[in-house]
């Protein structure tokens, strides 16, 4: 029976025997599979396992790979010593890989001359993938610098059929905005991206917003108010871009003078966030045009409710100040979940608020991803610990010393993650602190301004009462002549 | 009133700038206390994954099965079932991501385990979409005569333009008498 079994293995077509150097290559597919899910973690300990069981043979090229996926993992210290080895390489295509991998590293840690210097290095021609982001990089690079012409043309030399393709046009048409280009033809370009965007995932909605909000800004400061607040319009009202272009709004109808629909989104504004400058703006703004067109009493009262508002607000951002000191909002503000799916959070209570207030801040988002990071680290290792406790039955005794080493690296491990995780925590925290203190101030300083105009009102407001009473005065003096002389008339007519 | 003002201003250079100053300078600190944290973390849970798989799977009696996708012309996986001996072993379901990954030549492990010497009987079942995006099931049948050592395989699918129908391999890398 077994010898006719293995007659038919013998037999089976499909069944194929591979050398060894396949063994290879399949882990290398296998660390491909984690990294282009990225999954750089798993990418990284798959390589670490099978470099250290001899299993795994990396050409030049696969190297380079490697050092990519470092890279994308933000383990930079690593990368510069494998690329610093691989630009030694005998092959023009491995150096030019490593330089482009090396460009890359000086582009993500904002070198820029450093990153421009080590892409001149690249002699031949790198992969189309490779070339396409470095086109990306000297594009976005030139537009930071304010060459927007050699923008263009870097972003143009991309294909059309990139997948980076909806972001390469919408650089290209805010370099060309930004160069004082034709607006309203651009402006169609990107209404059609964002429009075709909006068939996508929810990040393309959150790209189409991004559009609209730029489009409208820029509309508006080239004072063509109605086309500006279309694109306002545009914006999702519950996505995380709603308060900016609900700024514009306001912005638009006051350029425009049409300050009670300004007023009116102000106050839809307030409810949203905290600390919004717009709503700033239209508290001075609007008393100060209701003056100039005479409606002075209006003003008066606009002054006294933004004296009012000011103080409020004051208060207010004390207030979440100490709880976010505390760490009362710790719960919400270091869940990365709330970031991915901004569009979701739609709640107006207080953490709405100061989410909506914070999430646009890059420094906390930056803040945030680290400390996530960090839990991500701390779960792996809590996994690994629990794997361990389940095989530790049965674990022999030539192993017993690799298994409590391996559980002493994770506890001494997981006491600096935990401590990593503590500073990021606090450093989040202190950010937004901060933030909401900058906010403080600048609402001080607007205090002042409302207090002054409103001085200033009560000043001329006493003096013009001051004024009526000596007209007053006046008046009933010259009526008292008059009636004096009237009476004194018949007298004099009959004296004559 | 200007002199609570001085002292107001006096005390923010005093504290919050040098307090913003070096949180700054601990940011910097604190992202290279990372990347030793992620390095050494990194090979922390490599060292217990490689020791789990040890213990848990001796290397005499260690099965590794990966699925690969070499083309999708004909076929698209969604879901594939292994079942070793009539006893079902594992079950993975493909996202498009997933799926892509596949496409664009990574291999993904959908098995491991310990099996013993001998023939053993290999069932697999392939789930996805074809052509017309119509749900298909597709089993296949393959019987293997393991070594002592690991074993490591990969399933295949492919298109087989000749039929034009796709293709189920199965190879063996290593292991095999």
Redesign the interface.
């Known amino acids: 029976m077994k010898h006719f079994l293995l007659l038919i293995i013998l037999l089976l077509p499909n069944l194929v025997v591979a050398t060894e150097d396949e063994v290879s290559r399949l882990y290398l597919s296998e660390i491909m599979y984690h990294r282009m899910l990225d999954n750089n973690f798993d990418a990284i300990t798959r390589y670490l396992y099978t470099t250290e069981k001899n299993e795994l043979e990396l050409n030049a090229n696969n190297q380079a790979y490697i050092a990519s996926i470092y890279l994308n993992y933000d383990l930079h210290s690593q990368v510069k010593s494998m690329l610093d080895y691989l630009i030694k390489n005998d092959s023009p295509l491995i150096r030019d890989t490593s330089w482009f991998y090396l460009g890359k590293l000086h582009y993500k840690n904002k070198r820029i001359k450093s990153a421009v210097d080590t892409f001149s290095k690249i002699e031949g021609k790198l992969s189309p993938e490779e070339q396409e982001i470095k086109h990306i990089m000297y594009g976005v690079m030139a537009i930071n610098d304010g060459r927007y012409d050699t923008a263009v043309d870097e972003l143009n030399k991309v294909g059309t059929a990139s997948v980076f393709a909806p972001f390469i046009n919408y650089n290209i048409a805010i370099a060309r905005m930004k160069k004082g280009n034709d607006t309203v033809a651009l402006a169609e370009t990107l209404t059609k991206l964002a429009e075709g965007q909006k068939k996508g995932t929810a990040l393309s909605y959150i790209f189409a917003d991004q559009i609209y909000t730029t489009l409208g800004y820029v509309l508006l400061q080239n004072k063509e108010y109605e086309k500006a607040k279309q694109y306002f319009r545009k914006v999702t009202l519950d996505g995380h871009l709603a308060t900016r272009a609900l700024q514009g709004m306001i912005y638009t109808l006051s350029e425009q003078h049409e300050y009670a629909k300004a007023l009116n989104l102000s106050l839809q504004l307030i409810k949203m966030t905290i600390g919004n400058e717009a709503i700033h703006h239209a508290y001075i703004v609007i008393p100060y045009i209701l003056q100039r067109l005479d409606d002075t009493e209006k003003a008066m009262a606009f002054y006294q409710h933004a004296v009012e508002y000011f103080g409020q607000q004051r208060v207010e951002l004390k207030n979440y100040m100490n709880k976010t000191r505390r760490g009362d909002f710790d719960q919400y503000l270091l869940d990365i979940e709330k970031i991915m799916n901004v569009n979701d959070w739609v709640e107006d209570d207080e953490m709405a608020r100061l989410f909506r207030f914070v999430s646009t801040l890059d420094e906390w988002r930056d803040a945030v991803y680290k400390y996530n990071e960090m839990k991500y680290l701390q779960k792996r290792l809590d996994d690994s610990f629990y794997e361990l406790v389940i095989i530790e039955a049965d674990v022999q005794a030539e192993n017993r010393a690799r298994y409590k080493k391996s559980l002493d690296d994770i506890a001494s491990n997981k006491k600096r993650v935990q401590a990593s995780i503590k500073w990021h925590q606090q450093y989040a925290r202190h950010f937004v602190v901060k933030a909401l203190n900058d906010q403080y101030d600048d609402v001080t300083d607007y205090l002042g301004q409302a207090r002054f105009a409103l001085a200033q009102f009560y000043d001329r407001e006493e003096q013009r009462a001051k004024q009526l009473e000596i007209d007053k005065l006046r008046q009933q003096e010259e009526q008292k002549k008059q009636q004096a002389e009237a009476a004194a008339e018949p007298v004099r007519k009959k004296q004559k | 009133m200007f002199k609570r003002v001085y002292k107001q201003l006096l005390l923010w250079i005093l504290v919050v700038v040098p307090a ?1 100053v070096a ?1 700054a300078n ?2 910097e600190k ?1 992202a290279v ?3 030793t ?16 798989e ?3 799977y001796p290397e005499i009696s260690r099965m590794k099965i ?1 699925l ?1 996708h070499g083309a999708g012309k004909y076929f698209g996986i969604s879901k594939v079932t292994v079942q070793l001996d009539g006893a079902d072993r594992a079950s993975y379901e493909y996202n498009d ?2 799926r ?3 496409l ?6 959908v098995y491991i385990g310990s099996v013993s010497e001998g ?1 053993h009987e290999l069932v697999v079942v392939f789930e996805g979409v074809d052509r017309k995006r119509n749900i298909i099931k597709k089993a ?1 049948t ?4 393991k070594y002592p050592g690991e074993f ?1 395989a ?1 399933l295949n699918v492919s298109d087989d333009e000749g039929a034009l129908r796709p ?8 292991g ?1 008498k």
């Open positions: 913003s949180m601990e940011k604190q206390i990372d990347q944290i992620k390095l050494e973390t990194l090979r922390v849970v490599k060292d217990a994954a490689q020791l789990v040890d213990v848990g990966y690969s991501k997933q892509q990954a596949l664009r030549g990574a291999s993904n492990r023939i296949r393959w019987l293997f005569d490591i990969v293709a189920f391999d199965f190879k063996i890398i290593k095999e």
